[in-house]
């Protein structure tokens, strides 16, 4: 069983910054890729971000290429989303997934266990 929990949501301007992290429990982290999600009110969750299980590869959805960035700690079973130049398009329940592999992965099929998300909203 593997829990995740998110922290560092909240609420910033546009053009302002936040860091979101993913706790895990487990000791098995290290062995699987994690990745990043979202869902905004009325709409689907979303890919955002993953990262392969040795932080050396990631993967981002074309709307916040450039303004975010996946990295994780695995000493701390850590995942962390550095958002950057935040939009009002950004506010959503940001979501930490774990995935059944170990390369960065976009399809949600491909995550077994998901923290209870945080929220993020930017104004204008």
């Known amino acids: 069983q593997v829990q995740l929990v998110e922290s560092g949501g909240g609420l910033v301007q546009a053009g302002g910054s936040l860091r979101l992290s993913c706790a895990a429990s487990?000791?098995?982290?290290?062995?699987?890729?994690m990745g990043w999600f979202r869902q905004a009110p009325g709409k689907e969750r979303e890919f955002v971000a993953s990262i392969n299980r040795l932080g050396s590869m990631t993967v981002y959805s074309g709307s916040v290429k450039g303004r975010f960035t996946i990295t994780r700690d695995n000493a701390e079973n850590t995942v962390y989303l550095q958002m950057n130049s935040l939009k009002p398009e950004d506010t959503a329940v940001y979501y930490c997934a774990k995935n059944t592999g170990t390369v960065p992965a976009v399809q949600m099929g491909t995550y077994d266990y998901w923290g209870q998300g945080t929220q993020v909203t930017v104004s204008s």
């Open positions: 487990g000791r098995t982290f290290s062995s699987y890729a």
